[in-house]
């Protein structure tokens, strides 16, 4: 079992950067994939980035590819995603989530809200 926690989101402007924070507790993890998903209420649960549980390997959505970066501290049980030139179109709700590939999602922390204004 594992049990994640998100933070860091907030209202920005178009232009800016934020870095969200997902904590880990219960298995290590560098057991699991980590990914970053984004939620609004017009889309279903969108893909935005993945990494492989030794850092090795990301995956990026294109309309995120080159603006968005998705690190790990296996260390201290953290992932991050570093979001910058933020457009009001990446307003969403964010969740971290661990599973054994990319695609496959076990486990969801609680979401944070990301707004970027125009």
């Known amino acids: 079992q594992v049990h994640l926690v998100e933070s860091g989101g907030g209202l920005v402007q178009a232009g800016d950067s934020l870095r969200l924070s997902c904590a880990a507790s219960?298995?290590?993890?560098?057991?699991?994939?980590m990914g970053w998903l984004r939620h609004t209420p017009d889309k279903d649960r969108e893909f935005v980035a993945a990494?492989?549980?030794?850092?090795?390997?990301?995956n990026y959505a294109n309309p995120v590819k080159g603006r968005f970066t998705i690190s790990r501290d296996n260390d201290n049980n953290t992932v991050y995603l570093q979001m910058n030139s933020l457009k009001p179109e990446d307003t969403a709700i964010y969740y971290c989530?661990?599973?054994?590939?990319?695609?496959?999602?076990?486990?969801w922390g609680q979401g944070t809200q990301v707004t970027v204004s125009s």
């Open positions: 219960g298995r290590a993890l560098s057991t699991y994939v």
């Open positions: 989530a661990a599973g054994p590939w990319n695609g496959r999602w076990d486990f």
């Open positions: 990494i492989a549980g030794s850092g090795s390997t990301t």
